[in-house]
């Protein structure tokens, strides 16, 4: 399976509150180290339609809205606002 994005890194990162995601191999080896035995890992690509559409049936929509804009503030702020000032 291709190591995902750079972009879907971070965006995993920030969704669940600045944890590092693990690669399958490395969840393999926690939960190794953990003691689990005759593990089995499926790691299967993000869709990004079904993966918001969850997350808004988990929390809720203003939840997921206001987290989707604090993603986004601050692209806005970067290219919207004039340089040097707020």
């Not at 399976?1 to 600045?18: F, T, V």
């Not at 953990?34 to 939840?63: C, H, W, Y």
């Amino acid at each position: 399976m291709d190591k995902p994005s750079i972009e879907l890194i971070e965006y995993a990162i920030r969704a669940i509150g600045g944890v590092k995601p693990e690669t399958a191999g490395n969840w393999v080896k926690l939960l190794e180290n953990a003691g689990l035995q005759d593990i089995i890992s499926r790691p299967r690509k993000v869709k990004k339609m079904e993966q918001f559409i969850s997350e808004v049936k988990l929390n809720g929509i203003t939840t997921s809205f206001r987290a989707f804009g604090r993603m986004l503030w601050p692209y806005f702020k970067k290219t919207c606002l004039p340089q040097g000032g707020e």
